[in-house]
């Protein structure tokens, strides 16, 4: 399998997955708010790094899984019905408030990416039943050798999307405040992928 599509693959899904309002994203935007760029940059990549981490975490739990017997033929089943509940839960959830203001918190931006990162595990089980999604439909194929392409996808897909709510500022506000694409799309699209892992014939 081309590396490339599997760098692609996780960059996407990491995009599209941190796109919802969350402490990352806001936080990366207080800082742009308040034009100190070096530190939203420096902020996004510990977050970036982090989520490097956790994937890495979670794709090896998810290979492992798939290469245990009696197991993996569940897998497709299971990631469809969890993709399908976590599109409904992007449908119907409410917008929050970004609540972004003025700070003069003097902490470090890296540590203090770091640590927000690390206080959010529910990557590990994201990543665990997207990756399982994407191989049991045989989408792409993780191994040994270019495990690190996919994670580094994911960890690449986590920044831009970083840099471009850094880029974006005041106006990354408003499509936060538009819930269709902050939270529809993202939800349409897990319901999408949850759907076709029923009448794929690789079922």
Same mark, same amino acid.
């Given at each position: 399998m081309s590396?490339?599509?599997?760098?692609?693959?996780?960059?996407?899904?990491?995009?599209?997955?941190?796109?919802?309002?969350?402490?990352?994203?806001?936080?990366?935007?207080?800082?742009?708010?308040?034009?100190?760029?070096?530190?939203?940059?420096?902020?996004?990549?510990?977050?970036?790094?982090?989520?490097?981490?956790?994937?890495?975490?979670?794709?090896?739990? &998810?290979?492992?899984?798939?290469?245990? =017997? *009696? /197991? @993996?033929?569940?897998?497709?089943?299971?990631?469809? !019905? +969890?993709?399908? #509940?976590?599109?409904?839960?992007?449908l119907f959830?409410?917008?929050?408030?970004?609540?972004?203001?003025?700070?003069?918190?003097?902490?470090?931006?890296?540590?203090?990416?770091?640590?927000?990162?690390?206080?959010?595990?529910?990557?590990?089980?994201?990543?665990?039943?997207?990756?399982?999604?994407?191989?049991?439909?045989?989408w792409v194929?993780?191994?040994? &050798?270019?495990?690190?392409?996919?994670? =580094? *996808? /994911? @960890?690449?897909?986590?920044?831009?999307?970083?840099? !471009? +709510?850094?880029? #974006?500022?005041?106006?990354?506000?408003?499509?936060?405040?538009?819930?269709?694409?902050?939270?529809?799309?993202?939800?349409?699209?897990?319901?999408?992928?949850?759907?076709?892992?029923?009448?794929?014939?690789?079922?």
């Open positions: 590396t490339f599509i599997l760098f692609i693959a996780g960059f996407f899904f990491s995009f599209i997955g941190s796109i919802p309002p969350g402490s990352i994203n806001i936080t990366t935007l207080q800082y742009a708010l308040e034009n100190r760029i070096k530190a939203a940059f420096s902020f996004a990549t510990a977050a970036a790094l982090t989520e490097y981490l956790y994937a890495a975490i979670a794709v090896r739990f &998810q290979i492992y899984l798939t290469e245990t =017997a *009696g /197991i @993996s033929q569940y897998f497709q089943m299971v990631t469809g !019905s +969890v993709l399908i #509940l976590l599109g409904l839960f992007n959830k409410k917008p929050v408030e970004s609540n972004v203001q003025t700070s003069g918190e003097k902490r470090n931006a890296f540590k203090k990416g770091v640590l927000l990162s690390l206080a959010n595990p529910l990557a590990i089980p994201f990543w665990l039943m997207v990756t399982a999604y994407l191989q049991s439909m045989g194929e993780i191994n040994g &050798q270019n495990f690190w392409i996919y994670v =580094a *996808g /994911i @960890s690449v897909g986590t920044f831009c999307l970083l840099a !471009s +709510v850094i880029k #974006l500022g005041s106006r990354f506000t408003a499509i936060q405040d538009n819930s269709f694409l902050t939270y529809k799309v993202p939800g349409l699209i897990f319901i999408g992928m949850g759907i076709w892992s029923f009448i794929s014939p690789n079922q």
